[in-house]
């Protein structure tokens, strides 16, 4: 297995020195410091861009300045997706996002991750576990998402939160460590 796949399967790559894996960060990462400086009222301009930035979007989306990612094509965003200001994800293995969901500015979401092991992670050596965010979802100011975690459909992440788990379905959740304090079904 080469470092792309060893990535994509969830198991310890290097991408520090694997030449594939930085060629394509860097071609991810000029696209978005185009997106990122073209005039925020050319939202046309800024659509299609982001369409090739992206490796799946719904018709209707908007994704405010600034954006960063780190591959791109690992990214999958449903209908009616909104992201304000500042929206980073990591998408070393895959982020879905469902449709209606709506991200409040400066949140993160992280597929990689370290070693505990200090010696394994000095090496450079990381992991990369997939992300996937339901249906109907609002995410707070401020929040992190690590790998590997799934929020439900119709959830609440309260601002400030660090989701280091999966959040049910219909529900609301918040804190650090995040957790589910009303359930939402009816």
């Known amino acids: 297995m080469d470092e792309k796949e060893k990535m994509l399967a969830g198991e310890i790559y290097d991408a520090n020195y694997d030449q594939q894996l930085i060629k394509e960060r860097y071609i991810v990462k000029d696209k978005c410091f185009k997106y990122n400086n073209i005039e925020p009222s050319k939202l046309e301009e800024r659509k299609e ?8 979007t719904g018709k209707e989306f908007l994704i405010e300045q600034p954006f960063i990612c ?13 992201s304000n200001h500042n929206l980073v994800i990591l998408d070393a293995n895959k982020v879905k996002f469902g449709d209606n969901v709506f991200i409040a500015p400066n949140c993160g979401f ?6 505990l092991d200090s010696e394994t992670r000095n090496k450079g050596l990381e992991y990369a576990k997939p992300i996937k965010v339901g249906n109907n979802v609002w995410i707070g100011g401020n929040v992190v998402v ?10 609440v992440i309260g601002a400030g939160s660090v989701v280091i788990k999966d959040i049910p379905s219909n529900s609301v959740a918040v804190g650090n460590p995040c957790r589910v304090i009303k359930n939402l079904n009816k």
């Open 70 to 82: 780190d591959y791109g094509y690992n990214i999958e965003i449903g209908e009616n997706f909104y």
């Open 146 to 155: 690590v790998p590997g975690v799934t929020i439900g459909d119709n959830v």
């Open 110 to 115: 992280y597929t990689a991750g370290h070693p």
């Open 49 to 56: 861009l982001m369409k090739q930035i992206i490796g799946k």
